[in-house]
């Protein structure tokens, strides 16, 4: 009777061994596929390399804020305060070493804007080209930004740089930048007021910028049923609204799907 309650009160202890070691370990491999950034800004040592580059006009500027308001993950934002109207065009970049991001497979951040807006975010290469990718941002709400090198497309304006192999390579990447597309859209006075852009002073915060090896599901795609220039798989949306103050994703309504 004794050696039968010592065996099974061992086995219960065995168990209970077995199950914490399991939980132990698997909590080990999950850390280990949270593979750490080839850059990272959270902005607590205030701007960390980003910059204005100033392209014409005048008074744009970066600094880190610590304003809860304005706090997404982390414990500093990056601010970004600029101008938009005729004369007034700039841009807030981070230079990088070529080879720094040479594994990089996607970009993740969080931006709030206190307009409506669209941004482009570009890369550019060392002797190379440039590529672009747009993000819609709402009004005074943090978005949250996923993009794929698949996502970036070569800029075609006539001074854009040629790229001699035709494609994005991460390991000649020196350059990343951030800008409203309305700045561009307001050189244009008469557009500019039809489509309702209203020019002056904004701020636009960048939160948690993560440069990644981690691979993203293309937001494109093929098939028997033809082309979808758009799966709607990014948490931001792609398309630029002119003209509009909002967009929204409509989930099986009126159609299937996203």
Known sequence: MTLDR???????????VVMVTS??????????LQEPALLHNTFDRGVEGWAVMQIAGAGAKVEATYDKAHLKNGPGSLDYNYKVGTGEVSV??????PGKLAGMNSLHFWVQSDHATTIMVTVQEKDGGRYGANCRVPKNQWQEVQLSLTDFSPSTEADAPKDPDGKLDPDQINGVAVIDV???????????EMLGITPGTRHLYL??????????PNAFA??????KIDTFARPHQSWIGLGVNEMTVASDSPFAGK
């Open 6 to 16: 010592n065996l099974a009160g061992s086995s219960r202890v065995l168990f209970v």
């Open 23 to 32: 939980i132990i370990l698997g909590l080990l491999a999950g850390s280990a």
């Open 92 to 97: 807030t970049a981070l230079s990088v070493t």
């Open 182 to 192: 309305d700045s561009f859209i307001a050189q244009n006075a008469t557009f500019s």
């Open 207 to 216: 939160s948690d910028v993560q440069f990644l090896e981690a691979k993203l």
């Open 222 to 227: 093929t098939g028997s049923d033809g082309y």
